[in-house]
């Protein structure tokens, strides 16, 4: 019988990934949750096999119906920056889905988390430490979890938000980093690794996985975007210092 996996966030930018993954493979049921079954994303993964289940990390008793009689589950929390309370809103959503998947009795959790920046750096940064803390949460109460950590995505090059068009025609690549090197994945390509760790259980049960597709600088990132777009020409943001005198 194939094991139900029940993915969280299967319309956005990871879980969806994770579900075409999953649905390509036998082994393996999809379910979905999401806020609204009508939408074009939502039916398009129930077209393709995936069950779909309406649902809310604001609802408890939504996320324990959508994780009822499933195997394992994606987790991926959303945080809501337009609100002055995202922080302690994802950790309280963080919570709750964890505390559903252990009502459950779900046996394998995959969750998207990122790096405790207050803890290893001794600064904050809110957009982390809210996942770093939902992660830890999960560890305490002793759920069967395996983190996974997302880079920057390549995919981003897509958004306007992150490539701007100048004046003199050129583009800015918006991450003020200079020369050190980062990560980055095609987040298209991670839902396989996603999927070959719920294959793998045992092997995978209790770790952290970093996901990395290269490591490069943001100068060697344009370079080879406008070697490859050219006529275009891609730079990166200039970092420009501030200093504050008392």
């Given at each position: 019988?194939?094991?139900?996996?029940?993915?969280?966030?299967?319309?956005?930018?990871?879980?969806?990934?994770?579900?075409?993954?999953?649905?390509?493979?036998?082994?393996?049921?999809?379910?979905?949750?999401t806020r609204s079954a009508s939408s074009a994303k939502a039916k398009a993964l129930q077209e393709r096999?995936?069950?779909?289940?309406?649902?809310?990390?604001?609802?408890?008793?939504?996320?324990?119906?959508?994780?009822?009689?499933?195997?394992?589950?994606?987790?991926?929390?959303?945080?809501?920056?337009?609100?002055?309370?995202?922080?302690?809103l994802e950790i309280q959503q963080g919570k709750a889905v964890a505390?559903?998947?252990?009502?459950?009795?779900?046996?394998?959790?995959?969750?998207?988390?990122?790096?405790?920046?207050?803890?290893?750096?001794?600064?904050?940064?809110?957009?982390?430490?809210?996942?770093?803390?939902?992660?830890?949460?999960?560890?305490?109460?002793?759920?069967?979890?395996?983190?996974?950590?997302?880079?920057?995505?390549?995919?981003?090059?897509?958004?306007?938000?992150?490539?701007?068009?100048?004046?003199?025609?050129?583009?800015?690549?918006?991450?003020?980093?200079?020369?050190?090197?980062?990560?980055?994945?095609?987040?298209?390509?991670?839902?396989?690794?996603?999927?070959?760790?719920?294959?793998?259980?045992?092997?995978?049960?209790?770790?952290?996985?970093?996901?990395?597709?290269?490591?490069?600088?943001?100068?060697?990132?344009?370079?080879?975007?406008?070697?490859?777009?050219?006529?275009?020409?891609?730079?990166?943001?200039?970092?420009?210092?501030?200093?504050?005198?008392?």
């Open positions: 019988m194939a094991k139900i996996i029940t993915v969280f966030g299967a319309t956005g930018a990871q879980g969806g990934p994770v579900a075409n993954a999953l649905l390509a493979d036998p082994e393996f049921k999809v379910r979905i949750v096999g995936a069950e779909v289940v309406e649902g809310s990390f604001d609802d408890p008793f939504s996320l324990v119906r959508a994780l009822q009689g499933a195997h394992g589950t994606f987790v991926m929390t959303q945080y809501f920056i337009e609100r002055p309370d995202f922080y302690q505390d559903a998947a252990q009502a459950a009795g779900v046996e394998h959790v995959v969750f998207s988390s990122l790096d405790a920046v207050q803890k290893t750096m001794g600064f904050p940064c809110l957009l982390y430490d809210s996942k770093a803390h939902v992660e830890e949460y999960m560890k305490t109460i002793g759920l069967p979890v395996t983190v996974v950590k997302y880079p920057l995505y390549y995919e981003s090059y897509l958004s306007l938000r992150l490539v701007k068009k100048l004046e003199d025609d050129t583009y800015e690549i918006g991450y003020a980093i200079e020369g050190a090197a980062m990560h980055a994945v095609s987040v298209a390509d991670m839902g396989f690794a996603v999927r070959e760790i719920f294959k793998n259980r045992a092997e995978w049960l209790g770790r952290t996985v970093g996901f990395s597709g290269g490591k490069h600088t943001i100068q060697q990132h344009a370079d080879i975007l406008s070697k490859h777009l050219a006529p275009n020409v891609f730079k990166p943001t200039k970092v420009t210092p501030t200093m504050t005198v008392s």
